[in-house]
Structures are given as C-alpha cells and as structure tokens.
C-alpha cells in the first residue's frame, strides 16, 4: 500500500512545498500534500524559482488550508515549521506518526536579490537532505 504524507506549516507557500516536491521526485508512489493553517495566496516565486533549478516544477501548486485534510487519515504528517519563530500546527485527524523536521523560513531572508535567492538555496538543499533520510528511515521499501 502506497503510504500517505501530509506536510504541514504556516503558510504552506516555501518549505512544505518544497519538501512535498522532494518526497514526489524520490518516490512516485508516494501519496504527498502540503498544507499550511493559514495558507498565502500563492506559492512564493523564489521558492519555484529554486525548485526550477534542480528540475522539480512547483509552478502548478498551490497553498492549501489544512482543514481539507482533517477527514483523511495520513501514515505520517510532518510539521516544517521552526519553532523559534512560530506555532507549528497540531494535525488533529487520524495518523500514524507525528514528525517534525524543522527549517528557517526562506521568505524572511533580507538583502540583495542574490543574498535571498542563496538562502532559498540553503534552505532547499537542508529540505532536500533531510526528507532523504526521512525517506529512507521510513519509506525505502
């Protein structure tokens, strides 16, 4: 059986997305959505952008109200949210395991364009390595 995630932050705009993006590009077979509590209006450009370079397409996303999701049950769900800076959310629907794998928010980087495009890099690449070892802790069959 196909195993269901469910990535959860604020604004589900940069950092779940990014993971959703990843664990789609390891697994196919994986069933990922993101969602956020109070979710932005679109998925942040930077974040696209980033993704576009390592060949992961985002452009057709969409942030995403957990609420949608309550009703579904889910093997895991993973909060990305670093919790020095705000609440992560708390999935109150039917799961197998809670995680939490959090990052720094790309969106709050300040400075040259150059300066904002590299910390959405960093970001990407943390996001990357550490939903691989989640992977495969967890999913590697």
């Known amino acids: 059986m196909n195993k269901k ?7 589900n705009s940069c950092r779940s997305q990014m ?31 980033v993704m576009n370079e390592i060949g992961i397409d985002l452009s057709q996303n969409f942030p995403k109200k957990v ?24 999935f109150i629907g039917k799961v197998g395991e809670q995680l939490h794998i959090g990052f720094e928010d790309p969106a709050d980087a300040t400075g040259t364009e150059e300066e904002i495009l590299s910390e959405f890099r960093r970001i990407r690449d943390e996001i990357k390595s550490d939903f691989f070892k989640f992977y495969e802790k967890y999913l590697r069959k």
Do not use: M, R, Y
């Open 67 to 90: 609420d949608q999701f309550l009703g579904e049950p889910f093997d895991f769900v993973i909060t990305v949210c670093d919790n020095a800076k705000e609440t992560c959310p708390v």
């Open 5 to 11: 995630i469910l990535i959860l932050c604020t604004g």
């Open 19 to 49: 993971a959703e993006g990843f664990l789609k590009s390891f697994d196919s077979n994986l069933v990922v959505h993101s969602a956020g509590t109070n979710p932005s209006s679109q998925v942040h450009p930077k974040a696209i952008q």
